[in-house]
């Protein structure tokens, strides 16, 4: 499995910016589908975006779409996560968490139990 370090949470004002990284290691990070998902309290893990191995394909969540955007460097081994005009909503701790199957179903699932690796989350806040 690979290991995955999150970074770049914090706290914001409401239309503010954070990029949030993840970072990979023990394995080749360019076979792994990325997911970004994110907890608020009293709520279910929900995703947020996806990016496929090559960074060549993105899916994004109704609620973020337009305003987040995915990035992934194979060659530093990390996925970024652009998060523009902030909302209260999108307050959550959030968790990259990669997946070795996506790349031989072809697409980078959404689902939780679709993936093997998970980082320890990072807190965003958002204030209004």
């Known amino acids: 499995q690979v290991q995955l370090v999150e970074s770049g949470g914090g706290l914001v004002q409401a239309g503010g910016s954070l990029r949030l990284s993840c970072a990979a290691s023990g394995r080749p990070f360019s076979s792994y589908g990325v997911g970004w998902f994110r907890q608020a309290p009293g709520k279910e893990r929900e995703c947020v975006a996806t990016i496929s191995w090559s960074g060549g394909s993105t899916y994004y969540a109704d609620s973020v779409k337009g305003r987040f955007t995915l990035s992934r460097d194979n060659t530093k081994n990390t996925v970024y996560l652009q998060m523009n005009s902030l909302k209260p909503e999108d307050t959550a701790v959030y968790y990259c968490?990669?997946?070795?199957?996506?790349?031989?179903?072809?697409?980078?699932?959404?689902?939780?139990?679709?993936?093997?690796?998970w980082g320890q989350g990072t807190q965003v806040t958002v204030s209004s």
């Open positions: 968490a990669a997946s070795a199957r996506a790349r031989s179903w072809g697409m980078v699932p959404t689902t939780t139990a679709a993936y093997d690796s």
